[in-house]
């Protein structure tokens, strides 16, 4: 079955460093990708739709140059957190569409991100 | 903008036991109603895509059904063992799916 493969699962970094968080798609080309971030007890939220050689459509309140996201191929998406402060701490899983139809998701397990 | 609520938000059970838990969403301007299985540390498993009025799906123990016109999916397990248990998310829409909260089953031997 279609298989997103998502690292780091965790990572700490200081404050004002950047974190790089890749998605991959392992056996199916992936036309779009979504970007979610989940703070503690509540719901996956949408943060922006990557499609492939385009630019990234960011959900309303989410900054694009603070989460730079790149699709450069049919295969990999990238979220960059730039200049990651604390408030940024949460957990940010990516999910690719393109396999078994557009509607059906297939997930990565997701990276933990802890800034100090 | 589209509002997923999921309940309850935790249930624990004991082994054999069958469950149940809702999901309700906005009925106006449906698409499609998606049920997934999280457990800790994996990827989201998708277990049901579900997009017509009255659609009942099964996979093993675990079923769903749909009601469109007033918003509402039931989830369904029969015989709740541990290895069910882990967090159940609904998620409506187009694509770009709204997600639940999830609902965190635990099944206790």
């Known amino acids: 079955g279609a298989v997103v493969s998502q690292h780091p699962s965790w990572v700490i970094c200081k404050s004002g460093t950047s974190v790089k968080i890749e998605c991959r798609s392992l056996d199916f080309q992936a036309t779009t990708m979504f970007w979610y971030r989940q703070f503690p007890k509540q719901s996956l939220m949408l943060m922006a739709t990557s499609n492939e050689g385009s630019k990234a459509t960011y959900e309303q309140g989410v900054e694009k140059d603070k989460f730079l996201i790149n699709h450069a191929s049919l295969t990999l998406s990238t979220l960059t957190v730039t200049s990651a402060h604390p408030e940024d701490s949460s957990f940010y899983i990516c999910s690719a569409s393109g396999y078994s139809g557009a509607n059906v998701l297939t997930f990565g397990a997701g990276s933990r991100l802890t800034v100090l | ?109």
Not at chain 2, 11 to 21: A, C, I, P, Y
Not at chain 2, 35 to 54: C, D
Not at chain 2, 94 to 104: A, D, R, S, Y
């Open chain 2, 1 to 109: 903008i589209l509002n997923v609520e999921q309940s309850p938000q935790s249930l624990h059970v004991q082994e054999g036991d069958s469950t149940n838990f809702t999901c309700s969403f906005p009925s106006s301007n449906f698409y499609a109603l998606h049920w997934y299985r999280w457990e800790t540390a994996k990827s989201p498993e998708a277990l049901f895509v579900m997009t017509l009025n009255g659609d009942e799906k099964k996979k093993g123990r675990i079923s769903a059904t749909l009601n469109t016109k007033e918003g509402y999916s039931y989830l369904y397990i029969k015989g709740s063992q541990p290895e069910d248990s882990a967090t159940y998310l609904c998620a409506s829409g187009e694509g770009k799916l709204i997600f639940g909260q999830g609902t965190e089953l635990s099944v206790k031997p």
